[in-house]
């Protein structure tokens, strides 16, 4: 018990230390272009299967302030079910605008971390169809989610982030950020 203690009173420290000589991971100008992958889609229904064992999704923002970031995401998701001599597919893609918080400079925290949190609205398509009849239809609509991520940089520019919340076809994202 001493040790895990120990351990998690370290962590925490580690994530919230103070470097006033370092310059935050996130200041405005900064461009952010993230590639990931989504797990747990929220629009395929139980006992449907991932077409691919993952979603992908790519995002891009630029900083407006020390704080805030607006831009842009795509993201793609599709699943099948398989059963009883019945198949039935869909895909979606969702094309979106999005905006984050930094809460770096406010928590003051260490400049390898990047907390945030933020809003996306956008509009995604579905497609789907069938091999038992001629059913195959498209249907679209406006999307709204929000989420809460973390990036840790493995160098100046390199980054790996994790974003978790309802948006983008998924509940959790995971990937590769890039500063510049």
């Known amino acids: 018990m001493k040790k895990q203690l120990l351990f998690i009173t370290l962590f925490t420290l580690s994530i919230l230390g ?5 310059k935050f ?4 100008g900064d ?3 993230n590639v990931g992958v989504g797990i747990g889609s929220p629009y395929f229904g139980t006992g ?6 993952v979603n992908p999704s790519v995002s891009y923002e630029v900083g407006v302030s020390n704080a805030i970031s607006v831009g842009g995401q795509v ?4 699943s099948k079910y398989d059963g ?5 597919k869909e895909s979606a893609i969702y094309f979106g605008a999005r905006g984050s918080y930094h809460f770096n400079q406010l928590l003051n925290i260490n400049p390898k971390f990047d907390l945030y949190g933020g809003a996306s609205l956008g509009y995604v398509t579905v497609s789907i169809s069938d091999n038992q009849s001629t ?5 679209s609509g406006f999307g709204f989610g929000l989420y809460a991520g973390g990036k840790y940089y493995l160098g100046s520019s390199t980054a790996i ?5 309802y948006q983008s076809l998924s509940f959790l994202n995971v990937g590769v950020a890039f500063k510049f």
Do not use: R
């Open 25 to 28: 991971s996130f200041n405005k």
């Open 84 to 88: 009883y001599n019945y198949t039935f």
């Open 135 to 139: 059913v195959t239809g498209t249907a």
């Open 75 to 78: 993201s793609y998701a599709s």
């Open 31 to 33: 461009n952010l272009f």
């Open 18 to 22: 103070v470097n006033a000589q370092s």
């Open 161 to 165: 982030y994790s974003e978790l919340g």
């Open 48 to 53: 449907y299967s991932s077409s691919l064992p």
